[in-house]
């Protein structure tokens, strides 16, 4: 068997070696990770004990802890050491690896510092390597690779660009004895390597580094496992609010259809241009609401001699406009025709008292719904040019050539106001001349904001009027309108507005 010598190295290294054998220095190499003592039986005269967490390393992968270069009693050592450095049966590895080298006792030396911890897989170049990947029924169950650089036929990263397209999830690791700059960008730019060691490398950075290469591969499996749930959820949210899209869009059409119903219905109230035409030849009326419904009406009749003409606002737009505007034309028609008022003043005491009436108990759970109505109304004879004019909050205008503009003023209480004290409306009695022309208007001409939020104002749209003396009265609508689309630009119409123009 021959006589054993030692040598000490150094650094609590110590190699053996056979002094008499002839077999060259044979070198084999395993790491321990925290195994209690192992004694390994080299020979029958051999025993070696292994301290506790002292990795033994040697040649190109680290410092030497303790090398045996006894060349015939490899085998022996190899048998030994799988018995007893190999996990228990039955020992659970989450994470696989693939080694590549072509040197086969390189593969041995990585697969005794990684064996314990983790399943491995070994080929001895890049074409087996992904031979090796492809053959598997679930590829991507491995998590890291690792891989010499300089083997013949490919190398490291030529193979791990190739294994992108088989597992684009693993982590790559390069080991290899040379600092090639250029390898190590190409390393990093096409096979996305995750780290470069270089050889020699201690067991303990290597165990360390596949940690870590793991833990890397567990959190973005993680991160795209949550990823994938991120985008079911929005999927399933855009479901959702497609879903919802679609109910608003059909309940949209169904309001907008009864929206519409409802604007026919209104217009069927008003005077149609035909019966308006027949009690006042020359007459306009710029009925412009700011919805489909409107707050805002128009309203004529005959009783005997007498015309009655009145335009009234609504409190608010729209619906409830639309609703309130639908109660002040039963209340006209009833006062006026089944009644038989025909006194202005009158007409307005008795609409104010019974619109007061229903809504005297319209609080409901604590909100306040505040009706009420604006309006100008006129008992008109048109033989003798007479008119009788009685207004809640609104004015009546009568532009002369020779007198310029008049405001004839309302009384300064609206119909069903809350307020306590008896009211009484004004009655005015007004000769009118052959030319003449009375304005009945709704304030959302005068009460509309241009593009800064200045109102048109009354001022100005009482000069509007009168600069309009001489125009014939149908043009009169049409300039109106060019004024209200110059002052108002790109702004929304603010409120249902209503002007009826009517020349003796």
């Not at 697969?111 to 314990?116: K, Q, R, S, V, Y």
């Not at 050889?199 to 994938?228: C, D, F, M, W």
């Not at 001409?445 to 048109?456: I, L, N, V």
Request: proline share 4%; with cysteine; charged share 25%.
């Amino acid at each position: 068997m021959g006589r054993l010598k030692s040598m000490n190295l150094g650094l609590e290294s110590r190699v053996y070696f056979n002094s008499e054998s002839n077999a060259g220095p044979h070198a084999f190499v395993i790491a321990f990770k925290r195994n209690p003592a192992l004694p390994i039986l080299l020979s029958d005269s051999l025993r070696l004990a292994f301290k506790r967490n002292i990795p033994l390393s040697m040649g190109g992968f680290g410092q030497l802890s303790r090398v045996i270069t006894c060349g015939w009693f490899v085998g022996i050592f190899k048998k030994k050491l799988k018995d007893i450095a190999l996990p228990k049966e039955g020992t659970q590895r989450e994470h696989t690896i693939l080694l590549v080298d072509d040197e086969k006792l390189n593969l041995e030396v990585l697969a005794g510092i990684l064996e314990e911890k983790y399943n491995l897989l070994t080929a001895t170049g890049g074409p087996e390597a992904l031979a090796l990947i492809e053959s598997r029924e679930k590829p991507d169950d491995i998590q890291v690779i690792i891989s010499d650089q300089r083997m013949p036929g490919m190398s490291g990263v030529e193979f791990l660009e190739k294994s992108i397209q088989l597992l684009p999830r693993a982590m790559r690791l390069i080991l290899t004895g040379y600092t090639d700059a250029m390898v190590i960008i190409d390393a990093i730019n096409t096979a996305r390597v995750y780290q470069f060691l270089l050889k020699p490398v201690e067991s303990h950075r290597l165990t360390v580094t596949v940690e870590r290469a793991v833990e890397v591969y567990q959190l973005r499996e993680k991160n795209t496992g949550l990823i994938q749930e991120l985008k079911s959820l929005n999927a399933t949210l855009e479901q959702k609010v497609e879903e919802r899209s679609l109910q608003l869009i059909e309940k949209n059409k169904q309001i907008l259809s009864s929206l519409d119903y409802a604007r026919h219905i209104q217009e069927a109230m008003l005077p149609g241009p035909q019966r308006l035409a027949e009690q006042f030849p020359d007459s306009f009326v710029l009925f412009q609401p700011r919805d489909l419904v409107s707050g805002d009406f128009y309203w004529t009749d005959r009783e005997g001699g007498d015309l009655f003409v009145a335009v009234v606002d609504c409190t608010g737009h729209g619906i409830p406009g639309a609703f309130q505007s639908m109660i002040g034309h039963t209340l006209l028609n009833q006062f006026m025709k089944v009644n038989g008022i025909s006194s202005p003043a009158q007409i307005l005491a008795d609409m104010h008292a019974a619109f007061s009436k229903i809504f005297e108990n319209c609080d409901f759970e604590g909100i306040s719904i505040h009706a009420g109505m604006e309006l100008a109304l006129c008992r008109i004879n048109r033989a003798g040019n007479q008119l009788v004019f009685s207004g809640a909050r609104r004015p009546l205008y009568v532009v002369s050539r020779s007198e310029g503009i008049h405001e004839v003023k309302g009384t300064r209480r609206s119909i069903g106001d809350r307020k306590k004290q008896k009211t009484v409306y004004q009655e005015h009695h007004i000769c009118l001349q052959q030319g003449d022309t009375i304005y009945l208007t709704t304030d959302g001409f005068a009460d509309q904001p241009d593009g800064e939020g200045r109102k048109y104002g009354t001022r100005k749209f009482k000069n509007l009027l009168l600069s309009m003396v001489d125009r014939p009265i149908r043009q009169q609508e049409q300039l109106l309108k060019k004024e209200l689309e110059v002052h108002m630009g790109r702004n929304k119409q603010r409120d249902d507005l209503t002007i009826l123009g009517i020349r003796f």
